[in-house]
């Protein structure tokens, strides 16, 4: 069995984070004086870079989102650590590090909040490297974040031949793409399956998501 790099989003894929993300949007555009947003509106905050959803659902104007984002972070921040894992993931992900697959985390968080997240989550044992964006460039795409992780397992001498993005968006569908990775997506974080139309494929369960990798480095 080949054990190919599996790289994991982290929001939505792993951890729960929606209901703690929704809260820091609409504090941030109640402090902002910008328009709330209806849930479902909110709901699509969660996954894609933050640049990216103040100037699409915010409409914020580019020049002031860097000001917007750390407003933003600042609300995150006093929750940040509260999100569950969802049912049965912690338990896919150490299975898969016991079958010896490379795993690392692909976020659009920033790493200056995705490596103590999940280091207090207890995932350091698990995942090599938790690749996340920079500070001085929120707005960097999915696409980069994969690029940039890819680079590091293979420097420890992991082929990218084979290897597959786990995530919940069509941003992670995308950035693999961009990547030339097959993608799967996890139905599990509530996101339409229509998401997934171009992705490798779509599983509902975490336990379902372990066969598609374990199938998949059979061939």
């Not at 996954?47 to 995150?76: E, M, Q, W």
């Amino acid at each position: 069995m080949n054990t190919n790099i599996v790289l994991f989003d982290f929001d939505g894929t792993i951890v729960d984070s929606a209901p703690i993300i929704m809260q820091a949007v609409v504090d941030t555009l109640d402090e902002l004086g910008l328009p709330p947003q209806s849930n479902e509106q909110l709901r699509a905050w969660v996954g894609p870079p933050l640049f990216h959803s103040f100037r699409d659902f915010a409409k914020v104007d580019p020049a002031h989102i860097d000001d917007a984002i750390a407003t933003y972070r600042r609300y995150y921040r006093q929750t940040m650590y509260d999100a569950p894992f969802f049912p049965g993931v912690l338990e896919s992900i150490q299975e898969l590090h016991k079958l010896g697959f490379p795993l690392a985390i692909a976020t659009s968080k920033t790493e200056t909040m995705a490596k103590p997240i999940a280091t207090h989550a207890g995932l350091d044992p698990y995942f090599k490297y938790v690749v996340g964006s920079t500070n001085d460039s929120a707005h960097q795409s999915k696409a980069a974040v994969i690029a940039d992780a890819l680079s590091l397992l293979e420097a420890d001498g992991h082929n990218r031949e084979g290897a597959i993005m786990i995530g919940d968006r069509i941003h992670d569908v995308e950035g693999a793409h961009a990547n030339n990775l097959d993608v799967i997506g996890v139905l599990w974080g509530g996101t339409d399956q229509r998401e997934f139309e171009t992705a490798t494929a779509a599983v509902a369960t975490p336990a379902e998501l372990v066969e598609t990798i374990i199938e998949r480095a059979k061939k």
